[in-house]
C-alpha cells in the first residue's frame, strides 16, 4: 500500500494506514473504512494492530450504533468470504 502514497496524494485520498492513523490520533472508539476503489481488492488489507478499532463498511450499508462493538470481529470472516478476489488482485 506505501507505494500507493503518491496517487493518493494527487488525488487527495487516504490510504487505509493514513486513514486508520487519523481515528487513533482522534482517539475515535471505531474507524469505519469505505469507498475503496475498483481497482482494488474488496476488503483491504489491514496491519493486525488496526483490528481491534478498525471495522469496514460497503456501498450502502448502515451500521447501527449497538453494532459498533461487533464490526471488528466482522473482519476475519470477511477475508474468508473475499479471499479468492484477494488472490486475484495479488497475481
Known sequence: EDEMIDEAISKKHSITKEAVDIGIQAQAYRTILTHFSQRYPKIPVLDASYT???AIAF???TVNFADLPIMPKLLPPLHLLFKDE??????
Do not use: F, G
Open 52 to 54: 481491534a478499532r478498525t
Open 59 to 61: 456501498d450502502l450499508m
Open 86 to 91: 484477494k488472490a486475484d488482485a495479488d497475481d
